[in-house]
């Protein structure tokens, strides 16, 4: 029996023995995917300081690819990079999406701010606007972003303005437009007028030439007439040929 429970004490010993090299297998696990969590982000600020933009946000994915202490920062600065390399869009919404985590008034401040940023880039000066003022109250001593939130106002402001003097230019367009096809039609009307009075007065005209006076007809009746009493005595007093009329004073056709 002694020998027995010896020979169980030992299988006991081996098994504690695996169990133990397991478990320090896994935190050496652990610790390797942290120190290369670690190294993506300090590899992505180099690139980001050198200016590689892109390569530096490839470099904090890979960090993000493993849930650890070095989420946050590799979130933020992926979205500062995307900003960077003029990736608004995604940049606002990474910052945004960090805002859904619990953080202290003054980180979300710094992220409100980045997003007036992100909007400033795009000429969206009325939601920047907003976005400053979201990352005063939260941190009313940022004078960066009570420097931004004027600078905003001013160009918001500005901008208005021209939308407005632009507006007015197309209306002046549109009624000059208007006010010419008006005149071109007042000016082919004028020209139909006139162009319908030419006709008339040719008209007027030609049938003037044709017109004959009372007096001129009737002068031109007596010619006719003197004409063909003049031919009829010529007619008779010529003499007439034998076998070419019957006498009596005509040609018989």
């Not at 619990?102 to 992100?118: A, E, F, P, V």
């Not at 400033?120 to 606007?129: G, I, L, R, T």
């Amino acid at each position: 029996m002694a020998g027995s429970v010896q020979k169980f004490h030992r299988k006991e010993e081996c098994v504690m023995r695996h169990l133990m090299i397991l478990i320090i297998a896994i935190f050496v696990s652990l610790a390797g995917f942290g120190q290369n969590s670690a190294q993506n982000v300090i590899d992505g600020n180099k690139a980001y300081r050198n200016k590689e933009f892109d390569k530096a946000s490839g470099l904090y994915r890979k960090s993000l690819e493993q849930k650890n202490n070095y989420n946050f920062q590799a979130r933020y600065n992926l979205a500062n990079s995307m900003y960077k390399s003029g990736d608004f869009e995604s940049a606002r919404e990474t910052y945004a999406g960090i805002l859904n985590d619990s953080l202290d008034n003054r980180t979300q401040s710094r992220l409100y701010h980045n997003i007036g940023n992100t909007y400033m880039q795009q000429k969206n000066y009325e939601q920047s606007v907003n976005a400053y003022k979201n990352a005063l109250r939260l941190n009313p001593s940022d004078d960066d972003a009570r420097y931004n939130l004027s600078y905003a106002l001013q160009l918001l402001k500005k901008q208005q303005q021209q939308n407005q003097q632009n507006q007015q230019n197309k209306q002046n367009q549109n009624k000059d437009k208007n006010e010419d096809k008006d005149q071109n039609k007042d000016e082919n009307k004028d020209q139909n007028k006139n162009q319908e009075k030419q006709q008339d007065q040719q008209k007027n005209q030609e049938q003037k030439k044709n017109e004959i006076s009372s007096g001129q007809a009737d002068q031109m009746l007596k010619a006719l007439q003197n004409k063909e009493k003049q031919t009829q005595r010529e007619i008779h007093t010529q003499p007439v040929k034998e076998g070419q009329g019957s006498g009596n004073g005509y040609k018989d056709w």
